[in-house]
């Protein structure tokens, strides 16, 4: 069984630590970001299943890449 540590509340500050609402910094930013990702993902798998020489191209640009890094 874990230890949970507990913070202890003030006690001029009135109401409790739940009664705060938390908020993001960047309210949706999340989701967006994931809808993105999920987007591209969806997107390269279509395109290897109708054009497979798609994946030829890329790692031929890839070993291309690859030989310019010293």
């Known amino acids: ?15 409790s630590s739940a009664d705060v609402q938390r908020r993001d910094v960047t309210p949706g930013r999340g989701e967006f970001v ?3 990702g999920l987007t591209l993902a969806a ?7 109708v ?16 030989a310019l890094v010293p």
Request: glycine share 4%.
């Open 43 to 49: 997107g390269a798998f279509v395109l290897f299943v």
């Open 34 to 36: 994931e809808l993105l």
């Open 51 to 66: 054009r497979p020489e798609a994946s030829e191209a890329l790692v031929h640009l890839a070993t291309k890449a690859a």
């Open 1 to 15: 069984m874990t230890h949970r540590a507990r913070h202890k509340e003030r006690q001029d500050v009135p109401g």
